[in-house]
């Protein structure tokens, strides 16, 4: 197994593609600890992996010290830390004209500086291990849809500390800092989205190929396949890569005039 006996923070794990991503690690042998704000999510998701494999952590992550009590977590519950996944994220639309500073504010703490904190506090750990951290960002880092100026502006940031820790922190501690770019994945979270949204329960079933050109976006069972690469001791030494999982170039192309039947396609509130 690729994982074996490893211990993984995942963050925003209760649902969705964290959810994803905890569970294929625990089928390749590691110890997660699962996080997130959903009480009832989360004790299901334990259930499901089994109380040897998995432990539950209840808190928002912009809380003063919650970032110390997740690595404390994992130390007390499975002796050390091999790698951090900082996927929990604030996910929410907002342009110029609709985002004040208090709102842009709230949308860095959740999916910046959240994600710096957690680094921080587990790099005394990782740096014992030669761990890890695999950033979630998204393909809105690199501009994003103009209702996502916010998010897309957290998601670069996010980019750019990738880059930039996953240089330092190799060459001075010995730990690997990547990330992933996710596009459009069919979480639950976005299915309910579109169908508050007024489209039919199988609204994903036949999207435009300007949205889709497999036919289907994807699922967070194949981001969770990338990401095992990531926190697994195969990727070896690379460290500061940002790579982009989506089916078609995010940058250059834009749909046809007509291609206007969607609804924004990132709407949820949170991964």
Known sequence: MRLKDKVIIVTGSCTGIGKAIAKRCVAEGAKVIIHGLEPDWGAAAVAELGAGNAVLHIEDLTAEGCAERLVSLAVQAFGGLDAVVNNAALVAQGNIHTTDLA????????????????????????????????????VNAWSGEPNLMPYSVSKGALMTMTRNLGDTLMREDGVRVNQINPGWVLTENEAQRKRDHGLRDDWYADLPKVYAPAGR??????????????????SGPISGQVVDLEQHPFIGRNPPKDSTTIPAKTTIPAK
């Open 217 to 234: 976006i994807l699922w967070p069972e194949e981001i969770a396949a990338a990401a095992i690469y990531w926190v697994a001791d195969e």
């Open 103 to 138: 709102w842009f504010r709230k949308m860095l703490e959740v999916n910046t500086l959240a994600p710096f904190a957690l680094i921080k506090a587990a790099l005394p750990e990782l740096r014992q291990r030669r761990g890890c951290v695999l950033n979630i960002g998204s």
